[in-house]
C-alpha cells in the first residue's frame, strides 16, 4: 500500500472516516496490526473482492520500525486461512518493481509473479 504515517490525528481521523463507505460491503476486509507486547498500532492488511468474484486482492503496510521482525508474514498468513476457507480461489497482491522487501515477502508466501506488479497465491499453496 502506497500510504505514510499521519502527521497528525486530524489526519488520522480523516483516513479512517474515508474508509467508512467501504465497511457496507460485506466484500471488503480490513484489519489493524498492533503489536501485543506495546498494544501499539504497527500497520494493517485490507483486502476486496476481485472482480471476477473468485479471488481478493490485498493490500498491507507496516511501521518501518518494524520491518524485519516477521509481523507482516505471519499476519499474512493467519488471513489466507481465512479467505480460503471462505471459498475463494486465489489472493492477489500488487506491488511496486521497487520495493525489493514487499516482493521478497511475497515470494517467501509462494506468490507467483503474474505481471511486472501483479503477485498471485493460488488455493492449494
Do not use: H
Not at 37 to 55: F, L, S
Not at 74 to 94: D, P, T
Not at 101 to 107: E, N
Amino acid at each position: 500500500m502506497d500510504s505514510n504515517p499521519s502527521k497528525s490525528l486530524e489526519e488520522s481521523i480523516k483516513y479512517v472516516k474515508s474508509k467508512f463507505p467501504y465497511y457496507a460491503s460485506p466484500y471488503f476486509y480490513d484489519w489493524c496490526l498492533i503489536e501485543k507486547d506495546t498494544n501499539e498500532r504497527i500497520g494493517e492488511i485490507n483486502g476486496v473482492r476481485t472482480k471476477d468474484k473468485k479471488g481478493i486482492s490485498i493490500g498491507y503496510c507496516l511501521s518501518p520500525d518494524d520491518w524485519g521482525k516477521g509481523y507482516m508474514k505471519e499476519a499474512l498468513l493467519s488471513i489466507f486461512s481465512y479467505f480460503f476457507e471462505s471459498g475463494y480461489q486465489y489472493i492477489e497482491a500488487e506491488c511496486r518493481k521497487d520495493n525489493i522487501s514487499s516482493i521478497y515477502l511475497l515470494k517467501a508466501l509462494n506468490f507467483e509473479n503474474r505481471t511486472e506488479t501483479i503477485y498471485r497465491l493460488n488455493k492449494n499453496y
